[in-house]
């Protein structure tokens, strides 16, 4: 088997950027070790950036997210029991996010790729990288205990933190930055309706609470756990009521409890790796880097990442550019390392720390009141939350 461009992983990264270069006339092969069941069967994030909808709807993928997507013009802060709005179309000239989930946006870009004809592979196993750092790589996987090969121009890894495609680069040129953060969210999935129009994400001594939503009739909230917590041990029963005690009464009152689609403990975590490239293999998204969910921007720091390298390979394909290839990782990294500053920003903002000093508390203090007590403050976190722009590609 022969293509332009052969993509690791068909989770939303990979069938985004397979999407936007099948549509640029590039060709790809999508190789995935799953089935298209457990793919869509994965629970993750629901707000999209501005830059992330403009992206689907220019990758032709957008009609159900437009039709069923939700705009929110808003978010909501909750510290001492005081809701704090902050209004991010009116501090960032007109932008919002859209809640859909992701789940959502993994089943638009495989129908859209099923009716592309573009070919996509799952079920695949000891899948192996080879020639990188040659002009003329390929792949080797096997299918149904058959031997197979794709020879291609290009390799993209969108195989996330334990796939093979980061563990092909040799250990000596990458870096790695890391911090784990000392708790876990307890999620839960139902069919409710939202507690509140816009998403809450609220302080509370007992520990940190977001109210999400998926539609106006699915609801996912979260609550922070010790990591030594166990999922088992928390019935729904239990899960609603600790939810209610970190909630205002005026909430509390309102929220529509039932059965539970979904439960899980996520653990937090920061990882970039650098550089995201290595010869003529690209690493996009989870492959590369992970943020905790607090600042929304796992899939959509994904998304950016697709955005640079499907522009870059464009002008590659289409006007000879190889000078651009080389800046890919600079480009990715830039945004990435602004992402993970706010998911930093915003884990510290809204939990407790029982290992932190005095000063460290203070200044923790400090922060929450700057930045949620005035304008300046506000539109920060508005700008970060709906997203920064993408840099040219030029």
Not at 6 to 13: F, L
Not at 301 to 325: K, M, P, T
Request: proline share 5%; with cysteine; net charge negative.
């Amino acid at each position: 088997m022969k293509t332009q461009v052969a993509i690791i992983g068909a989770g939303p990264s990979g069938l985004l950027l397979g999407q936007l270069l099948h549509n640029a006339g590039i060709a790809t092969v999508i190789l995935e070790r799953q089935t298209p069941e457990y793919v869509l069967g994965r629970i993750r994030a629901g707000i999209l950036e501005s830059g992330t909808v403009d992206l689907l709807r220019q990758a032709g993928v957008s009609q159900r997210m437009d039709a069923e997507g939700l705009v929110h013009h808003g978010v909501e802060f909750l510290f001492d029991g005081v809701r704090i709005p902050v209004p991010l179309s009116e501090l960032t000239e007109g932008k919002s996010v859209m809640v859909y989930g992701q789940t959502e946006v993994t089943r638009d870009l495989m129908e859209a790729r099923a009716s592309s004809g573009a070919p996509i592979v799952y079920g695949v196993s000891h899948v192996e990288l080879h020639d990188m750092k040659t002009d003329k790589p390929f792949v080797t996987f096997e299918k149904q205990g058959e031997a197979c090969r794709i020879d291609c121009d290009f390799i993209v890894g969108c195989d996330g933190f334990h796939g093979v495609s980061r563990q092909s680069i040799p250990k000596s040129v990458l870096r790695e930055y890391e911090s784990e953060w000392p708790f876990g969210w307890l999620g839960l999935l139902s069919d409710t309706p939202p507690v509140n129009p816009e998403l809450i994400y609220a302080h509370h001594e007992r520990g940190f609470v977001l109210c999400s939503q998926r539609s106006l009739t699915r609801s996912r909230y979260y609550l922070q756990v010790p990591l030594s917590e166990s999922v088992d041990a928390w019935s729904d029963e239990r899960f609603w009521q600790e939810l209610k005690c970190r909630l205002p009464s005026d909430l509390a009152n309102k929220l529509v409890t039932g059965h539970s689609l979904e439960k899980s403990i996520a653990p937090l975590r920061s990882y970039v790796v650098e550089p995201m490239q290595f010869g003529r293999l690209f690493l996009v998204g989870d492959a590369a880097h992970i943020v905790p969910p607090t600042g929304a921007k796992g899939l959509n720091l994904a998304a950016s990442d697709v955005n640079y390298l499907w522009r870059i390979l464009c002008q590659f394909y289409h006007h000879g550019r190889e000078d651009l290839l080389a800046s890919y990782s600079s480009f990715a990294l830039n945004r990435v390392w602004k992402g993970e500053r706010f998911s930093w920003f915003m884990t510290h903002l809204l939990h407790d720390f029982h290992d932190k000093s005095p000063f460290d508390r203070k200044m923790q203090e400090a922060d929450r009141r700057y930045y949620l007590g005035s304008r300046a403050g506000l539109t920060t976190i508005a700008e970060n939350y709906v997203g920064l722009p993408y840099e040219t590609v030029r």
